[in-house]
């Protein structure tokens, strides 16, 4: 599955941005989605992620400001984030793959989008 990712950009502190990423290639809706960031000299890391019908995981660090959805009638995911912090400044990257449930991170990624970068001003 290919992916593309968008919507990232600047914002300040306490501000809210939406990403989003859309799927071509494979059926969407086998695929669980998810999304990872980068920050400078730090490895990516697990944000959040969505299974097949709608079950929803995070990392703890954005838990209840981030939010994950997927549209499979438009093979699309969706992380809106709200009250953000400079600490999530990174390269977000949408990803396809497997849930498991009972792993960390619960996504075991079979594709990657490219990056789109959120910076956070404080």
């Known amino acids: 599955v290919q992916l593309q990712a968008s919507g990232g950009g600047l914002v300040q502190a306490g501000g809210s941005l939406r990403l989003s990423c859309a799927a071509s290639?494979?059926?969407?809706?086998?695929?669980?989605m998810g999304w990872f960031r980068q920050a400078p000299g730090k490895e990516r890391e697990f944000v959040a992620a969505i299974n097949v019908i709608g079950g929803t995981y995070y990392a703890d660090s954005v838990k209840d400001r981030f939010t994950i959805s997927r549209d499979n009638a438009k093979d699309t995911v969706n992380l809106q984030m709200n009250s953000l912090k400079p600490e999530d400044t990174g390269v977000y990257y949408c990803a396809a793959g497997m849930i498991r449930a009972t792993m960390y991170p619960p996504l075991s990624v079979r594709s990657w989008g490219q990056g789109t970068q959120v910076t956070v001003s404080s």
């Open positions: 290639g494979r059926t969407f809706s086998n695929y669980g």
